[in-house]
């Protein structure tokens, strides 16, 4: 790919592609991933493509914020990060590997996660969003989505039915806002799933993702 890492799974002229940001974590379960979801879906056509995201805390998030843990805060640069991804990698995935009527979704786990939601709202590029255990405690986050209309036509929700159980009080308001999240989207009219899992924030991430992405495999037939 020009000028990008991407790692790719699966079939790359399926009609479906699913775009995943990454941390080094993610990057190293891409393959238990993609297993799970041709397990989950009875299906290989699909793509998972899979791009490094750069500084986590600051390239995924929509406005500064103070840091919630340790002493790192947040960014600005989720604009300069969906600029990357509709003018450079998305055409470029097109050039490479053409496909008529391709559907992308956009994915993403954590405050990755947060990022594909805020992309959905802001551009319509996106078939669907697959947004795991995200951060929708982020400061002023609510808010946002209140004002503002998803463009993405189907959202997957999901969350550990352990993470609002926390004593940090930012994080432990992470329940209370998916519900928030998932209420609003209803609401507005997208086509959207919650689903629980059991455990942490930190608990089989890749099968977690692999679960929306086969929900939305089905919700786009």
């Not at 998932?182 to 086509?191: F, M, P, S, Y």
Request: some cysteine; proline content about 5%; overall charge negative.
């Amino acid at each position: 790919m020009e000028n990008e890492t991407l790692l790719l799974r699966g079939e790359p002229l399926a009609r479906t592609l699913f775009l995943q940001l990454v941390d080094e974590h993610d990057a190293a379960l891409l393959d238990s991933e993609a297993e799970a979801l041709a397990a989950r879906s009875g299906s290989r056509d699909w793509c998972l493509a899979a791009v490094p995201a750069g500084d986590w805390n600051s390239d995924l998030t929509p406005w500064p914020a103070a840091p919630v843990f340790g002493r790192q805060g947040f960014g600005d640069g989720a604009a300069r990060t969906l600029d990357r991804l509709t003018g450079a990698v998305l055409p470029a995935i097109e050039r490479e590997h053409p496909v008529p009527a391709r559907r992308f979704v956009l994915c993403g786990y954590s405050l990755a996660g947060l990022f594909a939601l805020w992309a959905g709202y802001q551009t319509d590029r996106f078939a669907g969003v697959v947004a795991g255990s995200p951060s929708v405690w982020y400061p002023g986050w609510l808010a946002y989505a209140e004002q503002h209309a998803m463009r993405a036509g189907k959202v997957y929700l999901s969350l550990g039915d352990r993470e609002e159980k926390t004593r940090n009080p930012v994080m432990a308001a992470v329940g209370n806002a998916i519900r928030e999240q998932e209420r609003l989207l209803l609401a507005g009219g997208t086509d959207c799933r919650l689903a629980w899992n059991p455990g942490n924030h930190f608990m089989e991430s890749d099968r977690r993702m692999a679960q929306g992405m086969a929900w939305m495999l089905e919700a786009l037939r």
